[in-house]
């Protein structure tokens, strides 16, 4: 690992740590997302930290950083941004909407409509906006970070799998332990600590992070032993929907960065074992009986991880 | 992380090879037939497989199960006037326990991705449905509920545990507990409309299944020893064996039993109001002269022994005293708990008088020409007109068989009107089966003059090979027989041509396997009850030992399966043999490192071993940068230092 990378990576986890406590794993998580090039989706009940990790991730990276509150009246053009007519000049102006940051924080984004979803997820997915026929390259590098809370389905829109598969993993949170707990409260007793966090690294130091990160050799039995749980999850009878070529991607890309994170430059089986349930288990779609039958994606995934010999 | 033992899917849970034992053991020790339990099974397998097409599958499959128990309980119910005879708890009981074996049995083949126990369950519950088939109740009674017990345990083991426990709701009472209730009563409903409109369906599935009565276990030989007139069959017989005849009979009419009291449809005397005596060998006439032909009895139904009316001769086996009852018919019994032989001897012409033919006596006189004072006296006046005062016998008896056959039809469904059931036959009706036909031909040929008494037995007309004859439960009849001065005891056969069991066994295919499976399920436990007790603990053995080879060899094949799917490009012959020697080394610390788990977790886990663990890591994060990473000489060399110093120490 260039010692660039490993800097990046520490001031980083050094900074999150400040702000979010005893929770490291979730923590390098949300790297391993950022370092890969991909969005992450936070997920988990109300209280647990969700916004509090994506801003302070975000503000760790000196570029411009927006937040949108998702609400059910929020229309695609508040996200994208849109042209308005300057009478004094006579001429249409551009103003660009928050998408044209380097980190954005969608929080509780299945709150908004469909409509106004898919406008962030198309962005997501491409790096750049087109609007009224011209095209926009988004700053890089863009990560986009996004909450959401699976419990409370009231006034929601649940993403369907085919957006949720935009994300390259899903990180949950839960709650911190007694002792932590307890540190928080401390440590906020008179001002939250992320009101004293400062940026860290630079946009570049990021981009750079991410080209070492592509640099990670993974070998091909490591690869083999990727594509056979995903092959598992195709052919379990449970599954309405199995993984898609996209999730194959991401869990090798999310290894290859797991082990830059762990200061490798080779992707081990033991990566692709860490990351299979953050990558891949929010992209399953579970048939009918399973889903009321208790059977929840992780258990799928773990399954089939029991099932794949490892290669050694 | 939690991992799933991969051999786990492979082996079948045990309680499923303790139902799979208990069944055999049914099977061993059961003796009966009836093969439409199994049959049952399979078509209700084959609406599950239709059923399953739909998304929400349950819903089909559950009104289907209601109607196939409906149904069940129709047919079953359905042959007795008096519908709470026939239905006591232990049939209900009974008929409950096969539908839901059927059930499990298909649930159990349901699970087929997951199912590692799914074909022994589902051999099982199919062994399980044809012991079930049985006569013995009480083997049934016992061996049933042990093996849905294990049969139930074993698909649970089947059942992935779920991951969240919910929380009990009252809400989830009224969700689940609705759709219970409402299926209940829907099911009560149907039973009720079932009920209601019995007669209907009967007919229907009658016709459907070819004009042949369904069966109930226990009505195996088809014979009423106190025939009673109702609305359908009073027993109609299955299609278990209960003679095979080789040789030629001089009448297909095969006598077995008959009856000359009668009162308000029921035909007396009862079998235990008859004097019986042994029968000698001479009485029989044992050794009269004429073509024999050689008997087998399948079954012992009151050891009643079924012959032509006309035959000279019943020959017995030595050991074997026939027992009679000359003043009363003189059915010939024979009690025999296996399968008895013996022969017919044909009498050279139609009127030879043999053992059934006794002369008539001036009491069986007086009783057969009694018309008992129940019949309408139109009978009486319509009798008359059928043959003149100066008529023969035989004329009379042409007369009256004419009449019937010409004015009155054949069918399956009867009905029994208010008063006598034979008046109301002969004068309003006219439309029964041949018990009715036979007891309208005594009371008319009575009215007339002609002593005449009701009989029951088999009409043979099955033929099996090039000269034998196979007689089933469904063959049985009910014929008249009268006396002629001169001439002795003749056959009357007023049932119309359609009528006959020859003409109303339908040759469809269905019947013709179902025929066939019968056989072969009687004779399989004939086998088996002839076997010797070593003989009966080697088929045991035997049939475990193939459940044992063929789990082994599935278990070997899902083995070698595996090893195809998930091999590995190897690495590096160096490394190849570095990983197998550690691999050894872990073994050697009893700690083998199953397949699913990396060398480095496994040893995580293993954390309160006593061995170098602190090396072995080493070694393995050596290994895996040279093995994932880049390989070069010095990592090599030093990797071979480290594996050297750790199966050292």
Redesign the interface.
Known sequence: MSSDLATVVGKIEANLGRVVKGKPESIRLALIGLLSGGHVLLEDVPGTGKTMLAKSLARSIAGEFRRIQFTPDLLPADITGSSFYNPREGVFIFREGPVFANVVLADEINRTSPRTQSALLEVMNEGQITIEGLSRALPRPFFVIATQNPTDYHGTYPLPEAQLDRFILRVTLGYPDFAHEMEILISQKEHHPFDDLAPVVTPDDILQAQEAVRAV?V????A??LL?IVQATRTD?RLRLGLSTRGSLALYRTAQARAALDG???????DI?ALAVPVLAHRLGLD?KAKY????P??II??A???????? | ??????TSRIVPPWPATVAALISFGTLYLSSGPDPILPILALALLAVYLFGAQF?QGMRPIQFTRLLLFGGIYALSGGRQTNLMDAWGPAQALDTIAHVLAAELVIRAWQRG?TGGGRRMIGLSGFIMLIACATDNARLIEVAAPIYFFFLILALRAER?A???K?PFRPMVLLTHGLPIALTLGTGALITQQFETHRPEIMEWGMEALGERPPTREGDVSGLSKSPVLGSTFNTPGSSTRILRIVGTLPDPHLHGMCFDTYHLGSWGPDMGDRNFVDAMPAQLGADAPGPRARVTRFVNDDGMVSAPLNSAGLHFASNLTPQWAPEDGGPVRAESADALTYDIVAGPSDTYQGPFCLPLTATERRRCLLVPAEIDPRVQALAQSLAGPDASPSVRIEAVVAYLIGHNAYSLRARRGSGDPVSSFILEHKAAHCEYFASAAVILLRCLGVPTRYCIGYYAHEGDGADAIVVRGQDAHAWAESWIDGVGWVVVDATPGNGRPDQTSKSSLWWKVRDRWQDFTQGLRAWVNRLRPAQRLALIGGLGAILLASNVWRLWKARQARAG??A??A?PGELSAL?ERF?AYLNRQGSPCP???????HLSREASSTWDRERAEAFVTAY??A????LDAPTLTALQQSLRELEKA
């Not at chain 1, 070998?219 to 490591?222: G, L, M």
């Not at chain 1, 039958?293 to 929840?296: A, D, H, I, S, T």
């Not at chain 1, 991880?305 to 050694?312: A, C, K, Y």
């Not at chain 2, 093995?627 to 880049?630: H, I, L, P, Q, S």
């Open positions: 050799r070998d091909a039995s490591v083999e032993y056979r009878s490798r430059d080779y992707a081990l089986p033991e074992r009918t039958g208790g059977v929840l992780d258990q773990t399954q991880l029991g099932e794949v010999p490892v290669p050694r | 992380m939690r991992t799933t033992p991969t998304v991705e992935p779920p991951a969240v919910l799917i998930f590995y490009a690495p990983a691999e397949p699913d788990v990396p060398w480095r977790e895996n940068r093995r994932f990473g880049a």
